[in-house]
Structure formats: structure tokens, C-alpha cells
């Protein structure tokens, strides 16, 4: 059964469908990087581990992620990488909970790392986890999943990214949030909103403009510095709940898009119920992406000469993965109105436009685009 046909009575479980769908991706990459040999994962809000319904939560699907990841690239791993994860909540019969739910499922990491279970307040963690001194080999995994939103603050968030080594996930309930914007907004709610969108704060026309506005608020904010994209959950009809995903490096970026895209192969944009009908109705039929609004773009953008980096960047920046690029670009050229000339100014092999992370990772000029 595919991801998306899952139907879960709860957003929860949605969460975590995306918490390890890029995880999976970013962890895998990391276990084969040569220069990498330490991660941190922190889940600061991570909850009870199992529930009583038997649900597994954050803390759970880390580890088990971790521990697969492991089975899988044992010998690249051993002796190479080490994992330290933190997973705090402020409720300690929680936490005592996770302890005694982790030695019954025999979960650790002995191995490869260490597994620290805290009851801290997330205000006191995030002070350690700001503005920390962080050498080029680690890397850092935050995963916040309040309640509410009242802990939360962009500029916390900032802070935390700001080693460039560090990628956050950040859940909202968005929902409610929207419902409060309009009226009767509480103190903490309009702080929020001013820190995030500015002048938009108060203006969204409808839950899902809200989660665009918040989003856009955020990148306006972090631009130039820090990626921001949101995954969108609905829950019954019209109730919208989001993950903001925050990096500083395209390539992550990249790895959440596709994440994202593995759940909506139509939209990119998020889950809802209608996926698990779908899905089962028209089960022979393929998805096609719908990139309609980002093939316009990308053709205004190819009137001018691109490099293959500016074209892949160009792609990630407007939340569409290579795969899409490179079916418009052939689509383009087999109508004879694309050109695609190497550095040394021959023509490029048909169906060749070397967009991918692989041909754009060393900065080299490969190829230029340009729309005939
Ligand atoms: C939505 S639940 C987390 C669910 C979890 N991520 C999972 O997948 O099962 C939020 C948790 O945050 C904890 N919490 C609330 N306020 C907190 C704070 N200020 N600091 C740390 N933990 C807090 C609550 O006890 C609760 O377990």
C-alpha cells in the first residue's frame, strides 16, 4: 500500500508520514557523506513514544528510522558516523513513559550513538540550541511539535539555523490559528503574526491563504540566508493544519520537496483525505504532476541564456523537483524551440540539460538554456 492511501483518523499520523519520509532521505544522505560524521537529532516536544490506541509517535519512528538506515549502509556508517538524539518533554510521566516503551521495544542505538530522554521546557533547549558553535562535519535535525504556538518565535528559529548546518521542522496548528487571526487574537497570537507576516497580519482570505501568507512571511524573513516550504494536512472538510520546514541548504530543500511530492504527486502541497479515495478509484491511473503554473515560469525565466545551476536552482526555488523540469525542457525540445549548447559552445546530447544535484553540486558550468 503507497503512503498516501493511508487513512488516518488523526493530522498526527500525517505528521509523522513527513517527519520520516524526509527524514528517511536526509539521514541516508548523511550516512554516505564522507565529510559528515556526526548528526543530531532533537524531537523537543516528542511526546509519550507509544500510545495507548498503540500509535507510534516521533520518538519511536526516529529511532526505527535510524536503526534502518544503519541495517542498510552498516559499513559505511561503523566507525564513520555517530547519531545523538534528544528527545525531551516537559511532561515527566511522559518521558518515563518513552524510557520504559524504548527498553520493552529494545529501541537504542548503542552502536552508533546515544539516545538522551529529557524533561526540559523547550524555552530553556532552545537557548543551548541558539547561536551554538558547530564545526562543517555535524549536522543538526530539529523537530518542534507543540500543542499550540504560543512557545513558538521565527526569531528562535533563526537562531537555531543559524550554523547553516542545522534543518528545522516545525508543526502549527494553523487551523486555529486562522480562526483567532480574524477575532478576538490573544496577545501572544498577534506577536506571532507581526514577527511573521508584517503587514499581512489579520488579511488571509481563507485557512490555506493564511498557511501561504505565514510561509511567505517566513521566507521574507530568513531570504537569502534560509529555505522555508509548508506541508499542508487537512483533516475532515476544510481544516488545515501545516509543517513549516526550514534549511539552509538547497540540496535539503531539495529532499523535502521530493518528500512532499512522494504524498501529493499532484500538487506538491500537502495530504488530505481525498488522496486515500482517489487513489483507490483510479489506481491504474498515473498522477501526473500538475505544473502548469511552473512551466510558464520557467519559460519566461529560459528567454534569457541560464546555466544548468541557475535552471536547477530556479526549479528547487519555485518548489518543483528536476524530474518536472527535465519533462518540460524535452517537450520543449522536441518541438524545436529549446537550445541547449555545452560550455565549449557544441550542442548538447538530445534530452541531456545535466540540471540534476549530481552535475550542479561542484559549481561547474555544464550547459545554457535558452528558449529559441
Ligand atoms: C503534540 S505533542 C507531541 C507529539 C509527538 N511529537 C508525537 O509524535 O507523538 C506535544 C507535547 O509537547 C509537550 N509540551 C508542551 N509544552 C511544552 C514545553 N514548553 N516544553 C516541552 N514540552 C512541552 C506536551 O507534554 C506534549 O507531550
Redesign the pocket.
Known sequence: MKDSQINPQEH?EI??LI?RKYLEKYLSILSLAAHVNEVEVY???????V?ENG???????ILKLINEIYAKNAPQIKGKLTFKCQF????ID?IEKLKKSLKIKDLHIDKIGTVNCT???????KQQLSNRRTTSNKRTFI?I????Y??ISIVDIENMLSDKHTEVLL?LPTQFMYRFEKNATPESLQNFLNEAMKNDAGNSKSPINFINNLRDGFANRLKGKHYVDSFIITRDIKQYFSMFFFTSHIYGFEKFLEAKWDIDEQQGRGWSPIHVGQQDLFNQVQTKPNTDHFEENLLVFLKEKRTNIEVHNFTIENRHLIPHANTILKELQNSNRLQVTLDDGKDARKGSFYIGWNEVKSNKIKSNILIK
Not at 88 to 91: A, G, L, P, Q
Not at 145 to 148: F, N, Q
Request: charged letters at 35%; hydrophobic letters at 25%.
Open positions: 498526527s505528521k509523522v517527519l524531537d523537543l516536544f516528542c511526546g509519550e513514544g500510545y500509535k507510534e509517535g516521533s520518538p519511536i519512528i525531551n518533554d516537559r511532561n511522559k524533561s526540559s521546557d523547550y524555552n530553556e533547549i523537530f511539535d507543540p500543542y499550540g504560543k512557545d508543526f
